[in-house]
């Protein structure tokens, strides 16, 4: 288990708590699409946080053997460039759920009527999701990651409510520092080792962490 009776959170929570070395920081004076990394007075992105903390948690289901990808290309070539068109597809391998925010994504894998995760398209260098709000046709945009990822830390003391806030305590997040490091080492290698399936899913991510467009 450890550190100290909360045990090891998901790679999703690890990430999380390592945000400001991994998540492009906001001006602290901006009001709007910022979330201050825990304990640290660091703001970091708020929708690039959501999708980095999906985008992670869906790769470790593959990962642990719950759940394998499979990439439908669309792609067309124009006159002058190819327009990247993926859609990805999950298909569930092993329906045990594991605690946490894994556990909420695996649901709604298993849910889901035809494993569809969602389509990204655009440049080979930048993917962007089609879907607004939905992943597996779970509504995930922000604050859905960030909420669920502060109940994880909440075992072992980490996260706090008191009224409608979530309070951190610094000690205990703290002992997460060895696990964190592997974590984002972890992640940097996710986006070396397999950039077809890490870009239009943190792509997908990354739009459906947006609320949906409309009045």
Known sequence: ??????????????????ADQLVAHSPSMWPFGRTR??????????????AMVLTATLLSLQESGHLRFRIHDESRRMRSYVLTRLTLYAEVLDPALPPGLPGELLSAAIKSPDGRVGTAQGSLGHLYGTDAAYVLSLSVQYPYAEYAVRRE?????????SWRAFRPDCARIALLEAACADAVHWWKQQQADAPRLYAPLLGICHMASHPPPGP
């Not at 990394?37 to 959501?50: E, F, G």
């Open 153 to 161: 830390l909440g075992p072992g003391g980490r996260n706090t409510k």
């Open 1 to 18: 288990m450890d550190p100290e009776s909360g045990g090891i959170p998901s790679v999703g929570c690890l990430l999380y708590v390592a």
């Open 37 to 50: 990394a825990p304990c640290k007075r660091v703001w970091v992105d708020s929708y690039a946080l959501s």
